[in-house]
């Protein structure tokens, strides 16, 4: 007969880290950030709806519920197709997505996950045959700081209960 082993009692929950609220001043500068990479984006011709798609799909890879929210209802509110919305998880295999598009969300994971430099070199490269130098670095600082607002927001959200 086995016997079952008491487990470790769970730690409580931490509450939110108040990132924001500490530090406002902070927090302005990257909404400034926000807002100057999106002029810049747009005068170098993006698409404002594929960096949509780009907030988002950088949302997804970094577990930021509330920021994959956000960006969803961007996404439909600015046009974008409910089927499309779906497969974004896995664009890769989807035939819905442009060549522009699958370079563009190529590049926003190698800037969200910048571990596999060998995965970086080939969405620069992919990027560079279909997007202009500009349009290439704005997609980059979009997903730079959609990764910011990322990281802030999980950050701040209550932490689950662990276990020791």
């Not at 086995?2 to 302005?28: D, K, N, V």
Request: hydrophobic content about 45%; charged content about 20%; overall charge negative.
């Amino acid at each position: 007969m086995t016997e079952t082993l008491p487990q470790p009692a769970a730690l409580p929950p931490l509450p939110p880290l108040p990132m924001i609220e500490l530090g406002p001043q902070a927090f302005a500068a990257v909404h400034a950030l926000h807002g100057a990479v999106e002029e810049a984006a747009t005068t170098a011709g993006l698409d404002p709806l594929l960096l949509e798609l780009v907030r988002l799909r950088c949302s997804q890879l970094n577990g930021c519920v509330y920021c994959v929210g956000l960006h969803t209802d961007s996404a439909r509110k600015a046009g974008e197709r409910d089927d499309r919305l779906a497969e974004l998880v896995v664009w890769r295999e989807s035939g819905l997505f442009s060549p522009r598009e699958r370079a563009a969300l190529a590049l926003a994971e190698a800037v969200t996950r910048l571990t596999d430099r060998a995965e970086g070199t080939r969405a620069r490269r992919a990027a560079q045959a279909v997007l202009s130098e500009p349009e290439a670095a704005f997609v980059a600082w979009a997903a730079t700081v959609v990764n910011t607002y990322n990281r802030i927001a999980v950050t701040s959200r209550p932490v689950a209960t662990e276990t020791p």
